[in-house]
């Protein structure tokens, strides 16, 4: 049986006190009764820092109040307090120089994919594990396959299977970063150091940007030789930091009670992302955009309050609560856009509160029903206030300067291809999302699925679009547009959609039933399922 991630596997802070949660604007008039608890997430505010962040870190106390910063001193644990500090970068020899390496079995745009190979790659006895470089990747187990010979042995058993992505990456390092602390005066080489402040409130500084941050600060050592900065912070003050910037400053408040809550049920069940580098989500769009306390926003904070402690679930599980920032007016199913099983709460649905089209009757994988949709610009949520419908050109050289790019960062076959013949569009999901996107070449046929679509070519905002060639005067193809909708992957919630329903009334929870049939509000407990799969740790 897997394994199931529930709270008490997390670290907790439970208090006794037990309060009545109204239901505020969720519908009804209904009082819950939940525990209150504290649960501390780690999200890493500056990555790879002393690699794609070389520019130094500045530490302040707000107005008043002092840091205190702990870091181990031989076996002794020293403490030191100021009102500010600073971290820098030392690029450090290393004589004789040092060869790191590793098997990187799959790259891919997201952690969604990633997680979906990863599996695979279990299922077939080889231990694995996520990283994210740049794009994300997996790997074979670092101390499973720690020694040449086994890295060697697998990658030959892995292409002797037929598996054509599979590569040994080898880096020679002649020196490394590492990480200095300056405080009062005096220079510390540490690899790892605590920050605290009495207020809980610590800024900030990199590259001339000040972002004030609740709770503590780590600086720790990643998977890649450089540091991580990592955030220790409350939840519900984690989400003052990403709701208004989600869903936007001057939202309507439903729409916003909607982001909230959904906005706090990704985030928990998505702890295992960074697992690989000892903290649990990014600051980033690779998970949610977090910007400290940063431009909060009264209507935002009041909706965090009234909804405190609020997940939806389905069958007492957490949600896999993807949104984005426009569907194009239908909602895809998980494996429209990544590779792994469906959610069946996660299901296409028509985003209208009209009866506009019946996918039933009307399957947008058929070409021609999909490019009546993508016509119709009237009668959606979207209508107005998004990306609901776009259309972009290229010609074949720009196409094919990008995918280049692509097969190339990924170590993809036929990268060394000169033109594009053709690009077809082979297979549509039923919410009209393309599955594969066909690009004949000169050196033959090249398959770009799914989301990878949006990585390997600039044009599409979404996969949920056409292709419409373009000629010249001589009838010779010059290029194509792309002919579409929506903005982002389209699964789950559509923010700009969200508005509308707001606007109309909706509250959050409905708004949230709308876009996620089938699931429940519940208030957070030790009774909820985080994520029913194992995490690859």
Same mark, same amino acid.
């Given at each position: ?9 997390? &670290? ?90 590793? &098997? ?14 990863? /599996? ?26 720690? @020694? ?51 207020? /809980? ?20 050592? /990643? ?83 009234? @909804? ?112 594009? /013949? ?16 066909? &690009? ?7 398959? &770009? ?89």
């Amino acid at each position: 049986m897997l394994k199931t991630l529930k709270i008490r596997h997390l &670290v907790l802070v439970i208090t006794s006190i037990v309060l009545i949660i109204t239901a505020h604007t969720l519908g009804n008039s209904k009082v819950v009764q939940a525990q209150a608890q504290q649960v501390s997430i780690k999200v890493g505010v500056v990555q790879r820092f002393g690699d794609a962040v070389k520019t130094p870190l500045g530490l302040q106390a707000t107005d008043g109040d002092r840091l205190r910063i702990e870091f181990k001193s031989g076996d002794q644990v020293e403490a030191v307090t100021a009102p500010s500090a600073q971290i820098e970068i030392i690029m450090q020899a290393v004589d004789p120089p040092v060869t790191e390496e590793k &098997v990187i079995l799959r790259q891919v745009g997201t952690f969604e994919t990633a997680e979906d190979y990863a /599996n695979l790659w279990r299922s077939r006895g080889i231990p694995t594990e996520i990283g994210q470089p740049s794009r994300w990747q997996v790997w074979a187990k670092r101390d499973v396959y720690n @020694t040449p010979l086994l890295r060697r042995l697998l990658l030959q058993s892995i292409q002797a299977q037929g598996d054509q992505f599979a590569t040994i990456e080898t880096k020679v390092l002649s020196q490394v970063p590492k990480a200095s602390l300056v405080v009062n005066g005096v220079r510390y080489g540490r690899d790892e150091i605590e920050i605290s402040s009495e207020r /809980n409130l610590i800024q900030v500084s990199l590259g001339g940007i000040r972002t004030l941050y609740p709770g503590r600060l780590r600086l720790q050592p /990643n998977a890649y030789g450089s540091y991580t900065l990592v955030n220790d912070v409350d939840i519900e003050d984690y989400l003052r930091g990403v709701v208004p910037h989600e869903i936007g400053p001057s939202a309507p408040y439903g729409a916003v009670e909607a982001q909230a809550m959904i906005a706090r049920t990704y985030a928990l069940r998505n702890l295992r992302r960074f697992t690989v580098d000892n903290y649990e989500l990014c600051a980033s769009i690779h998970c949610q955009v977090y910007k400290g306390w940063n431009g909060t926003v009264g209507n935002a904070d009041r909706a965090i309050a009234a @909804t405190k402690g609020l997940v939806l679930t389905y069958e007492n599980e957490l949600v896999d609560g993807l949104y984005s920032s426009a569907t194009g007016g239908v909602t895809a199913k998980f494996s429209d856009v990544w590779n792994g099983s469906d959610r069946p709460y996660l299901t296409p649905v028509v985003d209208s509160t009209r009866p506009l089209w019946d996918l039933n009757q009307r399957s947008l994988s058929d070409e021609a029903n999909f490019r009546a949709f993508i016509n119709n610009r009237q009668g959606f949520n979207e209508a107005g206030i998004g990306r609901l419908r776009w259309r972009e050109e290229e010609n074949l050289p720009e196409l094919a300067r990008e995918l280049k790019e692509y097969l190339n960062n990924n170590k993809l076959p036929l990268a060394d291809f000169t033109k594009i /013949n053709q690009m077809q569009v082979t297979e549509r999901s039923t919410s009209g999302r393309i599955l594969t996107l066909a &690009v004949d070449t000169d050196k033959g046929r090249i398959e &770009v699925r799914k989301n990878e679509i949006r990585t390997a070519f600039e044009p599409p905002d979404s996969t949920l679009f056409y292709l419409e060639p373009l000629l010249n005067s001589d009838r010779t193809l010059r290029g194509y547009a792309f002919v579409g909708g929506g903005f982002g992957h389209g699964v789950g919630m559509s923010q700009t959609g969200a508005y509308n329903l707001a606007n109309l009334g909706f509250t959050g929870e409905q708004i949230l039933r709308f876009y996620y049939p089938g699931t429940q509000l519940q208030p957070l407990s030790d009774q909820i399922i985080y994520h029913s799969k194992e995490s690859y740790s």
